[in-house]
């Protein structure tokens, strides 16, 4: 089995520069879709997830062409399939960013139903009773969503119970080729939202509104295809900014918005972490012990859920106690109980994890739980006493590209290596 192993207490220094986002290219490349033809989708992440998304796309008849590392070359003109099978969707959840722009372009699709996942049930009721509105009708058996509409896609005003980032993404994708007005209300407002609302203008939609609570959709007749630049990777920086605050920097994370980790800046400076703030870049260092921070994680602008690990790995080196509450994911706190071998002291009772800071981390054997709680433990490794072996890291490659290479071009010793850990 491939593990990461990192020997604890070398400096990390230097400049890092981050992918596009994750969460904003599988959904672009889903766009693709809606628009019949070649799209160029350039500064894409190359992880594991993105090379899901591309066998979904394969899978619907679409053809990819990498023209280089983070350029994909989309032709969606000879898509004529709507299935998008389970072993796909239990690969990963966000393959079922194609139901909204199937949808939209053919009127139908069946995308399995996933199931739930290690941070919780994650439901899609929202995506499914939004697109109702839009008159989608729905059949489910054997563990797929049939979707169809037999009177066509028409405007409608939707609102949402939370503002979930996939609801929102798919009902925009449906509902450009409506007719109509579609109004989302309570919409989610993260920048990969915007991302996607940019795109979808570029290729003619009309969006107004998103990166507010509101958004207005004013369908269209037809899509063309674009080249379009993914936004830079704002939860693959934080978790650099996080790594440079605990070690102590300095270190340079560039190729994002700033503004985009408003909240999180803000509260990592309360921690004694000091960020100087540059256009698309931070420099972060640290020469204060750490201070303990109250969080509680919310849609955004709130603090993101992707970086609540990543921060309980921070705070649990603070001096003194805080309280983490976790309200998007219903079990989103396994990194805890992993943190725990390393020598922690978490207390979870809910949906708050109570966090009482301890001088130091031990190296321990532990076990990658989720995307950020794999990141969040090579963080603790970095500072750790001793050596570190993290197992199940494909987790950590689903969302994060040469994780390995950035750290020890920051000065980490951090290796990737096979070893017989027994299962
Ligand atoms: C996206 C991100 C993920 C991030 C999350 C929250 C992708 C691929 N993933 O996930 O990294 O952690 O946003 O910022 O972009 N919910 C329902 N019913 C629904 C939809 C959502 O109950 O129909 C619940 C979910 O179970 C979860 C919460 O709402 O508890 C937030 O989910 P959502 O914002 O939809 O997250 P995703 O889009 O799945």
Known sequence: MEVITIEGGHP????????????????????????PGVSTLTNVPNIADVHVMGKVL????AKIVVADEHTLIIDTSAVDRWETPYHLVAQMRASTAVLGPLIGRFGKATVAMPGGCNIGARKIDMHLLGLQALGVEFDMSHGDICATTPHGLTGATVSLDFASGGATENLMMASVRAKGITTID????????????????????KVRGAGTPVIEIEGVAELAPVVHEVVGDRIEAGTFIAMAGV????????????????????????????????????????????????????????????????????LALAEGSCVITENVFENRFMFASEL???????????????????????????????????AA?????????????????????RGYERFVEKLRSLGAKVSREEQDIPE
Not at 187 to 205: C, F, K, S, T, Y
Not at 250 to 278: D, N, W
Not at 377 to 397: Q, R
Request: net charge negative; proline share 6%; aromatic share 4%.
């Open 377 to 397: 433990l090579a963080m603790a490794g970095l500072v750790a006493e001793g050596v570190t072996t993290i197992s199940d890291i494909y987790h950590i490659d």
């Open 340 to 374: 725990s071998r390393m020598g922690s002291n978490i207390v979870i009772e809910g949906h708050h994890a109570i966090v009482h800071g301890v001088p130091g981390f031990s190296g321990a054997q532990v076990k990658a739980p989720d995307l950020r709680g794999g």
């Open 12 to 35: 990390i220094t230097g400049e890092v520069t981050v992918e596009g986002a994750k969460n904003s290219a599988l959904k672009l490349m889903a766009a693709t879709i809606l628009a």
């Open 58 to 61: 394969k899978e619907l008849g």
């Open 186 to 205: 309570n919409a989610a407002r993260e920048p990969e939202i915007v991302d996607l609302a940019n795109m979808l203008n570029e290729m003619g939609a």
């Open 247 to 314: 070690c102590g920097g300095p270190v340079t994370v560039k190729g994002f918005e700033p503004a985009h980790l408003g909240l999180v800046l803000k509260k990592y400076e309360q921690m004694g972490i000091t960020i100087e703030q540059g256009p698309r870049q931070c420099v972060i260092a640290r020469s204060v012990p750490l201070r303990p921070v109250d969080i509680q994680t919310l849609p955004f602008p709130g603090f993101p859920t992707d970086m609540q690990a990543q921060t309980m790995c921070a």
